[in-house]
C-alpha cells in the first residue's frame, strides 16, 4: 500500500547550521509532493512543494530535492533559527484522482542555541 | 492563519458518546479533507468531500462519517467513542479535487483537540 516515511524521528542542529530532513515514499504513481511544518499546538503549515518534473526547487532558506529513481525526498533548511524547530512532515499525492495527502510520521526538528 | 477554521478548539467527551467537528474552509475552496493526529503519530487521512459529495476514503472507522453542506462548510461526526479516539483531529481544504491542473496545496486549520475519558 502507500506509505511515506521519514528516516529519523528526530534530529538536533545548532542555530546557524544548515539541516536536511529526509523522507522515502513507496508509491512510484505520486508526482506531486509537500513538505509541512507542524508546531505545537498548531496545524501543518505549507513550507514548500515540488512536481516529479522537477529535482529541486528552492524557496526562502528551504530547498527540496526529489530522487524519483529511489523514491526519496529531502527538505534542506539553510541558517537554521530557533524558530525553525517544530516536526515536519513529508506528503505525497498525485495529481489525478483524490488528491488526499499521505503523511510521512514525521521528523521533530530541535535548534540548539 | 490559514482561512480553515475549526470548532471546537477542544472537546472532552465520555466513552459512548457521540460529538460533531465542524470545519469551514478558507473561501472558495471546494475540497475539504479529514485526517486524524493521535499523540506522536502521522496524519491519518479520514476523508475528502468536494463540492459536497464524497471523493475519496481513508482509514476511517464505520464508526465516524463526515458530510459537506450547500455552503461548502464540513462535519464530522463520531459516535460510540473509545478512549483511542482521543486525538487531534484537522480539517484542511483545498481548491482543486485532482484533475491534474489547479492548485494542489492544502491549508489546514488549527485543529480540535478530542479527548475521551
Known amino acids: 500500500g502507500e506509505s511515506v516515511g521519514l528516516h529519523l524521528p528526530t534530529l538536533s542542529v545548532q542555530e546557524g547550521d544548515n539541516s536536511i530532513i529526509n523522507c522515502a515514499y513507496s508509491?512510484?504513481?505520486?508526482?506531486?509532493f509537500i513538505w509541512y511544518k507542524q508546531e505545537s499546538g498548531k496545524g501543518p503549515q505549507f513550507i514548500i512543494d515540488i512536481r516529479s518534473n522537477m529535482d529541486k526547487r528552492q524557496g526562502q532558506r528551504v530547498t527540496v530535492l526529489l530522487n524519483k529513481t529511489v523514491k526519496h525526498l529531502s527538505l534542506q533548511i539553510a541558517a537554521t533559527q530557533p524558530g525553525d524547530s517544530a516536526v515536519y512532515f513529508c506528503?505525497?499525492?498525485?495529481?489525478?484522482?483524490?488528491?488526499?495527502?499521505?503523511f510521512g510520521q514525521g521528523t521533530r526538528l530541535t535548534i540548539n542555541p | 492563519d490559514s482561512g480553515v477554521t475549526q470548532t471546537p478548539k477542544h472537546l472532552i467527551t465520555a466513552t459512548g458518546q457521540r460529538v460533531t467537528l465542524r470545519c469551514s474552509p478558507r473561501s472558495g475552496d471546494l475540497s475539504v479533507y479529514w485526517y486524524q493526529q493521535s499523540l506522536d503519530q502521522g496524519l491519518q487521512f479520514l476523508i475528502q468531500?468536494?463540492?459536497?459529495?464524497?471523493?475519496a476514503k481513508g482509514n476511517i472507522l464505520e464508526r465516524f462519517s463526515a458530510q459537506q453542506f450547500p455552503d461548502l462548510h464540513s462535519e464530522l461526526n463520531l459516535s460510540s467513542l473509545e478512549l483511542g479516539d482521543s486525538a487531534l483531529y484537522f480539517c484542511a481544504s483545498s481548491v482543486s479535487r485532482g484533475s491534474g491542473r489547479g492548485n494542489t496545496e492544502a491549508f489546514f486549520g488549527q485543529g480540535t483537540r478530542l479527548t475521551v475519558v
Open positions: 468531500y468536494y463540492n459536497g459529495e464524497e471523493r
Open positions: 506528503a505525497e499525492t498525485q495529481a489525478q484522482g483524490a488528491q488526499k495527502l499521505v
Open positions: 508509491n512510484s504513481a505520486s508526482d506531486y
